[in-house]
C-alpha cells in the first residue's frame, strides 16, 4: 500500500506544502482527540515530509490535541479520573506542586504511561494548561524526532527499491537502524529515570 501511493502522497505534498501541512496538522490533533497513540502519525509524518519538516507539523499537532484532550477531561471528568487513578499516583503530586513545568516535562520525557491516560492524568494535580502544552511539546520531542526519522528512512528504502523491501534490507539500512539505535538508548534513558520518578 505504501509502495503503491507514495507518489501519490509525494506529489500532493509537493504541490500543496501548505495544505498538506494544515490537513496533517488538523488529523493528528483529530487522532489525539481520540485517544490515539503516536507511532502511527510519526512513522507517517517522517514518511511523508521527511525528518525534520515531518516532526515539527507532528510536534504541533500532539501537543495541541494532547493539550486540547487534557482540557476537556478536565473540565468533564476531573473527579472520575481523581477517583479512579488518585490512590494509584497519589506520589506524583507532591512533585507536580513542587515544580509544575520541570516535572510535568520528566514526566513527558520518560513516558511509562499509555499516552492516552499521560493526557488526562495532571488533572489531578491542577496544572496550567500553559505548562502541560509547552511540556508536551518540549518533552516528547527527542521520541517524536526519532520516530519521524524512521519515518524518513522508510522512504528512502523504499524510494531506492523497485521492488518492496524485505524486513531485513530496511532494518540494514543506515537511514533506519541509526534512529533505531538511538530510539532504543532513549527507552533505556526513560527507564532509568522511570524508576526514580515513580518511586
Known amino acids: ?3 503503491n501511493n507514495r507518489d501519490y502522497f509525494i506529489e ?3 504541490s500543496n506544502l501548505y495544505l498538506s501541512a494544515v490537513l496533517f496538522i488538523i488529523f493528528t490533533i483529530i487522532w489525539v482527540l481520540a485517544a490515539g497513540f503516536g507511532s502511527p502519525v510519526a512513522l507517517f509524518a517522517g514518511f511523508i515530509f521527511g525528518k525534520w519538516f515531518g516532526v515539527l507539523f507532528l510536534i504541533i499537532g500532539m501537543s495541541i490535541g494532547a493539550t486540547g484532550l487534557y482540557l476537556i477531561a478536565n473540565f ?3 473527579e472520575a479520573i481523581k ?3 488518585l490512590t494509584k499516583f497519589q506520589n506524583l503530586e507532591y512533585k507536580f506542586k513542587k515544580s509544575e513545568f520541570y516535572f510535568l516535562l520528566i ?3 520518560i513516558g511509562g504511561i499509555p499516552f492516552a491516560i499521560s493526557n488526562v492524568l495532571p488533572c489531578m494535580f491542577n496544572v496550567k494548561a500553559s505548562n502541560f502544552f509547552w511540556a508536551t511539546m ?3 520531542a527527542p521520541q517524536l524526532f526519532l520516530v519521524s526519522s524512521i519515518g524518513a528512512g522508510l522512504e528512502k528504502v523504499i524510494d531506492q527499491n523497485l521492488e518492496a523491501p524485505s524486513v531485513m534490507s530496511m532494518i540494514t539500512s543506515p537511514d533506519i537502524y541509526m534512529p533505531l539505535i538511538l530510539f532504543f538508548i532513549l527507552i533505556l534513558i526513560s527507564i532509568i529515570i522511570r524508576k526514580f520518578f515513580y518511586k
Do not use: A
Open 12 to 14: 500532493f505534498r509537493d
Open 107 to 109: 514526566y513527558r520525557f
Open 76 to 78: 468533564f471528568f476531573k
Open 83 to 85: 477517583e479512579k487513578f
Open 1 to 3: 500500500f505504501i509502495k
Open 138 to 140: 518540549i518533552g516528547m
